[in-house]
């Protein structure tokens, strides 16, 4: 009984009974992932086809699903729910070969069809680059706390309680997250402003 450490059994049967709910939970996520991609994913395009097919006989009609097929499956491919037009700049940004889906949707946030122009152009405004230091600041002071309140916890844990060094690592994975959150306006921006330049480039 000695051998076992009777005060850590406490946290072995929490552990397991953690991991047990884990593995509950990742089943009904993979099966809710499945029904997502039958019911979600293929049945949108799957009734565009079957309408389009129905209005054969129109050729406005057969154009106009046409383009809702193909703007049905660009948004299922890049989660970018976008016009024809900002599409076809995404397009011609992707055959570059340097930008990622993610880096895309970041881009197409900034797309915006200004009068007198044809085609839509990125922009940039004052508000948009001061969201992004804001988001930045935000970023790192909490960044800098969720360090310094996990170290603390753990180095408490490590003297007196152990479970203080679960809790630490727990309280620095959530101010993880939350330092991903404030980041993407900032990420956002600093995507922009290099597919700007490339734009300005070509």
Not at 10 to 16: K, L, T, W
């Amino acid at each position: 009984m000695e051998a076992l450490n009777l005060d850590f059994l406490p946290y072995i049967g929490g552990f397991a009974a953690f991991i047990g709910l884990l593995s509950k939970f990742g089943l009904g996520f993979f099966r809710t992932l499945d029904l997502h991609d039958k019911h979600f994913v293929r049945k949108p395009i799957a009734r565009l086809r079957a309408l389009r097919q129905a209005v054969s006989d129109d050729p406005a009609l057969t154009a106009f699903f046409d383009q809702a097929i193909q703007t049905e499956a660009f948004r299922l491919a890049t989660r970018i729910d976008t016009s024809k037009a900002k599409r076809d700049v995404l397009l011609e940004l992707d055959k570059k070969g340097i930008w990622s889906r993610a880096q895309l949707k970041s881009i197409s946030k900034f797309l915006t069809m200004l009068p007198g122009q044809p085609r839509p152009s990125i922009s940039i405004t004052r508000i948009d680059t001061a969201g992004a230091f804001i988001s930045l600041t935000a970023a790192l002071l909490t960044a800098l706390a969720g360090v310094s309140q996990s170290f603390l916890l753990i180095i408490t844990g490590l003297s007196s309680n152990p479970a203080l060094i679960f809790a630490g690592a727990g309280t620095l994975l959530l101010f993880l997250i939350a330092v991903r959150f404030f980041m993407t306006d900032f990420a956002d921006w600093i995507i922009v402003k290099r597919a700007q330049r490339q734009l300005k480039d070509c």
